[in-house]
């Protein structure tokens, strides 16, 4: 091969590789939008995916993300290839820039013989890194942030099934603990249940609908009263037959027959109603003759009354009508009728501007003569601009300025006051920096 | 039409650089316009200088012909020259018997015709030079005369003085294939005028090239490959000059013609063929744009009044049209100008 072969063959090898390099740029510029477009839309999609869905399909997204590449290396070729240089139009880049007088494109139309290859080459041009490198570090960091910043996926609440009302949970658990404790015949809690359940069995969106609301509230009313009603016939049964045995020698025929009356109605009570107390209980305590106590062991007295209690304290646990039952309504109604004990810590309906929320007391009762209208607080308006001649403005609690020197008798025309002026005035008048100053003057 | 071979053009350069020595001992310190003086008459091309009195314009024109040993007439422009003056009138004679008008040539009928001072012709006068810069001939009472070739016309004027003067229409400066502007001289080449020189004497010059070679020269010149890179270039460039075609053309009013693109193409030739090239390139043309084009771009109001000149304009033009047509993509930095 002759010497302008060889040269003819290295110009146009260095000419394919600065094209190459030219047409790889405008690739890369073509492609920078799209690829930043495409990531941020990307991200936002897997962060929402991710938020929506508890499996994310990494696969899929992996697959789509490489055809989506594709297709935008794709097109950017497409719109670069109209700006893409031939390695004739490369030679032309570089004869230029290396300013040869364009003897590259005389050689290569056959005019001149190709110049010699010198040792340095240069295409004038150089990669921008920081434009090329900035899009591609946006996508991975776009990509990064949407992969592995941590995102829970959203609890779909419309999914699962609503909480049911908090008085069922409430019924249900008084059902189990009476169930547990044996308090209650089953008949009246299988009853409770099955009521319960029918209002679970209702559709899920009409759990807390008004209809339903009120009945749950009847059905917690109803079971509270039965609660509160055993409760307290079963103290009332424990407290006659505790007297009737503290008393039976002492007592007299009609205390002892009153009390009898009492146990035998609290009995009743107890038979009739429709919460009954448990079945041996019932038993035992119908088998007992209260008149004849005292031929009872009292052991098995003392058993007998410890269960009674027992069972009215199962009764007084019970939440789900204990809190809101019979007695909260008679204290409500107490409190409304200014009836009831007075608590201090309640303050609603008083005045004041941190009275806070709820009816003022007495307000179904008589009216009382007493305002209780609470401590008066002053409200400081701030705005003067409205204040009319004679409005208080401001309260203040000071003295007047009066001289309280005492001052004793004096002699009238008798001066004094020394004179003024000389060595007076710089020995008594003068403050002592004044003093000094002025002794250093003279001095 | 045979590429100009390298023997060729090696001995054509052999004789220029002869001739451009000789002028150089005409004229000091004006090597780059004894260049593109050279240039111009290498591509034909008639030749505008402009500067200030007594800066060696004439004197150039003269020390030229004489090296080229051409027959030169000068012409002293003045407002009362008619168009007869300088194309020649017909006389009557009296011929075999009869009296008849025969055509008395005027001074136009010369190889350089130095017309000093052209500014001061009036336009009718100025414009009876329109035929015979474009079409080498004159044409009187219908009867058209061939110049001698080759025909250079050399014309002067003076930036200064206006009062009085006729500015050159514009298809009178676009038939000038360049402009030329004389600068003054820096201290070394005054001292060496001083030395070398008395006032009132001419240098002594001696013919270094005669009609023939000069004939040969100019032919060669036409021979110059012009690549077609750098027909684009002048094309783009050509185009630029004109509003909205490019940044710098903003300060322009009117572009340049077509005729400019082809005086650019000539002068790229002859400026090869004076560096002893077979083609011409970029460079070349870089190098005689601002004489080709500087009289040839009218510059908006606002930019005259601005203060921008027409060289700053075209310097401008230089730097934003790049030698390769393609632009260059946003992830590469150019690292080369032009």
Redesign the interface.
Known sequence: MSNQETSAAQWQRLARRVST??NL??W??KL?APLLITTLAGSCLILITRRETTEFPWLQTAIVGMLLFLGMALMAWWLARG?F?SPD?AL??IE??M?M???L??AR?G??PWPGMPGNV?D?????WT??LSPLFAAVLFLSTSIFLPVSARNDAAGLPPDEPQAWKDLQADIESLGEDQTVQEDYLNELEERVNRLREQNEQEWYSHSSLEATDALRKMHGSELDRMEQNLRKAERALKNLQQGEDKMSESASQRLLNEFEEALQALAQGKMKPNEELLKELKKLDPANLGQIDPEQFNQLCENMRKHAESCQQCQGGGQQGAGAVTDTLDSLLGEGPESNESQQGKGGVNRGPGSAPGLLGDASSDVDSGDLEGLDSGDLSKSLPGDLLKLQDDEHEVDKSKTGLRAGGKVEGKARGGSRVWKESLLPSEKSALKDFFK | ME?AS?TEVTDAGRHIRSLSSALQQVIFGQEELIQLVLTGILARGHILLEGLPGLGKTELVKGLSRTLDLDTRRIQFTPDLLPGDITGNPVLQEKDGSRQFIFQPGPLFTNIVLADEINRASPKTQSALLEAMQERRVTVLGETHQLPLPFFVLATQNPIELEGTYPLPEAQLDRFLFKLEITRNDVGTLERIVNDRELGTEPEVHPIMDETTLGNILSLVRRI?L????GNYIARLVDATHPGQSSAARSIKFGSSPRAALSLAASARAR?LM?E????????VKFVAPSVLRHRIILEYNARVEGLTSNEVISSLLEEV???????????????S?
């Open positions: 390099k030219i740029a405008w890369l510029d920078a700006n240089e139009h032309v880049r230029a820039s300013k007088h364009n003897a494109s005389a139309q005019i001149s240069d004038g041009t150089r990669w921008r434009r090329l | 590429h390298e490959f690549p077609e890179v750098v090869a560096n090239r077979t083609h011409a390139s970029f460079e070349d790049p030698f390769q047509s393609g632009n260059t993509p946003g992830t590469l930095q150019q690292t080369s032009n």
